[in-house]
């Protein structure tokens, strides 16, 4: 299992992903005082999922994968496929989420037996504040 720290900003929002092998079933998680669902083709929850449940608790992140839409899978083995790929986020920042894809565009050009997931981010620009601030500065 490894964690890969994907983006950090200034503005503190951290995306993590990873190839976990954790299957981490459907359970909703809370954002706030709101309950979000996720929705998920795998139902199971294993080990190695509830080890990254708990990290993740801990670290006050929650897992966004299944959550902006249906988790498709992300692996596709000789043994069946599987939804072990996710994307993590904290919980602060999960409306900065704007998608979320799994997509298989890249699986044959790269060889590999896991798709392509990404999502989009809203990030906001704060260059025009900054400049004004300066420019009232001088």
């Not at 986020?89 to 037996?113: A, G, Q, W």
């Amino acid at each position: 299992m490894y964690i890969h720290i994907k983006a950090e900003s200034k503005s503190g929002i951290v995306i993590l992903d990873g190839g976990l092998n954790s299957w981490l079933g459907e359970e909703d998680v809370l954002v706030g005082s709101d309950v979000v669902r996720r929705i998920c083709v795998d139902k199971k929850l294993n080990m190695y999922g509830r080890q990254v449940k708990m990290i993740m608790h801990n670290t006050n992140m929650i897992c966004i994968t299944g959550t902006k839409n249906y988790a498709k899978h992300t692996f596709f083995g000789t043994r069946g496929n599987s939804t072990i790929d996710h994307l993590f986020t904290n919980k602060n920042y999960y409306h900065k989420i704007i998608n979320m894809e799994n997509n298989n565009l890249y699986r044959e050009i790269l060889n590999t037996d896991h798709n392509y997931v990404s999502i989009t981010v809203k990030i906001e620009n704060n260059c025009e504040k900054n400049k004004n601030k300066i420019s009232k500065k001088m």
